[in-house]
């Protein structure tokens, strides 16, 4: 059994998921938490590392889809709710939540009909149905949504929505649970983990070695190493690392004016945006597309994986896809250049529910991963239910929703766009992307 005081307890990646866990682990009086990351918190290639994050009510994916039916409703409400109460009480997040209310809307007739299903978008629960251009523009003050919306068919609700400030929600985190205890290691090749160490009699997991050679043993290993997390462990193929794209424009300070306090607006197969941050001025806009994978076939072993790497570009195509989205709904910026532009990096298991779990064959590992491109707007509670895994004490319906599960991902079709719409209607890889295909951002600020 562990014990606070003494049991040492080892994470892996302090990104959206372990900045949580390490905070977590640290209020229930965990007294030896070491957290390694290659980067300084916020790491570069966190997908935590936004400035914001659409948080949001039910929809298919929040959470879980891997129990039963009932499991499922009952797993994502649970995390809905509790994750809500977070962001509106807990001193770390509360500055970082803006119930702004959002606009979700879809032009495909088959995708409208999906979003009817998952949003229940009726009037009692307080929805107003969007049928016209004239419709869409209302949502916000005049002069922000100036297109014509053509085809799209939405809805918009006051509450029970927004966004979160991202970047600054996950360094809160980070810095509350170094504040509490936590030692973080961030950095290369300190905290750049290379391997997990096993013991050579049971086999199970002791810690994990780091680029600059030193070992870190600890009673309990947890990975939430997000996209990364293949490259230490054999995941059975449950996690494929899925990129997607995103650009910023620099506003001007009578626009940013204009645009604060705006609710999100998401096209399901356009794209999304939010209000502006703060410092910047810049308004962060992500296509919809099914993402890309990066495919590379390891001579050695002839397996076939998809490999995170960072880049502030976006492939042109997907820059097309802003531009497209923007001349549909704020035509008057549809030509800006771009002040920034990222791919963004998640991991997506077969059902797209999280996985959070020992390991079965290394009961001292513990699994933080497969945000499944959901997985920001928990943060504020994440980390509780990672460290109830740990403790062997998590709830058993999220037990079951969270569970280690090969078995749905043998022969996985790695081409599944997993409930996602946009662009081609494909999973794209970049492989297929040549050099002169991508953008050329200045992004002045790297
Ligand atoms: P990350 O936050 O990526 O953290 C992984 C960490 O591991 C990083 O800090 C990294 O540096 C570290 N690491 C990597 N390799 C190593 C190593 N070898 N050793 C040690 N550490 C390592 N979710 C929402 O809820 N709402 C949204 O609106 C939303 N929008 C999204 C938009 C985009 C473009 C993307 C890509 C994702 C979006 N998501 C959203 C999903 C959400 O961002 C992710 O599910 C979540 O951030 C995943 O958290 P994580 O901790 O698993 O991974």
Not at 413 to 421: E, I, L
């Amino acid at each position: 059994p562990l014990d606070p005081t003494t049991s040492k307890i080892l994470i892996i990646g302090c990104g959206t998921w372990g900045s949580s866990t390490a905070l977590h682990l640290a209020r229930r009086g965990y007294k030896h938490i070491t957290v390694l990351d290659p980067y300084e918190v916020p790491s570069p290639i966190s997908a935590g590392n936004d400035i914001n994050k659409i948080a949001r009510g039910r929809s298919r994916h929040s959470g879980s889809f891997s129990g039963t039916e009932d499991d499922a409703v009952w797993v994502s409400e649970e995390v809905r709710i509790k994750a809500t109460e977070g962001w509106m009480k807990d001193p770390v997040f509360k500055d970082y939540y803006h119930e702004t209310g959002y606009v979700i809307a879809a032009t495909k007739p088959e995708n409208v009909r999906e979003l009817e299903e998952t949003e229940r978008p009726t009037p009692e629960r307080g929805f107003v149905e969007l049928s016209d251009a004239e419709a869409f523009r209302k949502t916000m003050p005049e002069g922000v949504l100036t297109g014509d919306f053509p085809g799209w068919k939405g809805w918009y609700k006051a509450t029970g929505a927004g966004w979160v400030h991202a970047r600054k929600a996950l360094t809160a985190a980070a810095n509350e649970a170094e504040r509490l205890g936590a030692k973080l290691i961030c950095g290369s090749p300190h905290g750049r983990v290379i391997e997990l160490l096993f013991d050579s009699d049971s086999g199970d997991v002791i810690g994990a070695k780091t680029a600059d050679g030193c070992t870190h043993t600890a009673d309990r290993t947890i990975v939430c190493a997000g996209a990364n997390a293949p490259q230490l462990l054999d995941m059975k193929d449950q996690l494929r690392p899925t990129a997607w794209t995103l650009a910023h424009l620099k506003m001007t300070p009578e626009e940013a004016n204009l645009y604060t306090n705006l609710p999100v607006l998401f096209n399901v197969e356009r794209g999304f945006f939010m209000e502006p941050d703060e410092e910047n001025q810049e308004l962060k806009i992500c296509d919809e597309h099914p993402g890309y994978c990066n495919w590379v076939t390891d001579p050695k072993t002839n397996h076939r994986s998809s490999m995170p790497f960072a880049r502030h570009q976006i492939p042109r195509i997907s820059e097309k896809g802003v531009r497209e989205f923007l001349r549909e709904a704020m035509p008057h910026l549809a030509d800006r250049p771009f002040a920034f532009a990222r791919i963004c990096w998640c991991a997506d298991t077969p059902d797209r529910a999280f996985l959070i779990s020992p390991h079965p064959d290394h009961p001292s590992l513990i699994l933080g991963v497969g945000g499944s491109g959901h997985g920001f707007m928990q943060i504020p509670v994440i980390g509780q239910y990672i460290a109830d895994c740990m403790e062997g004490k998590l709830d058993e319906r999220m037990t079951r929703s969270w569970r280690w599960r090969p078995e749905t991902a043998v022969g996985r079709d790695w081409t599944d766009t997993q409930g996602r719409f946009g662009g081609s209607d494909v999973v794209m890889d970049f492989q297929d992307v040549k050099e002169g295909e991508w953008t050329r951002v200045a992004n002045p600020r790297l």
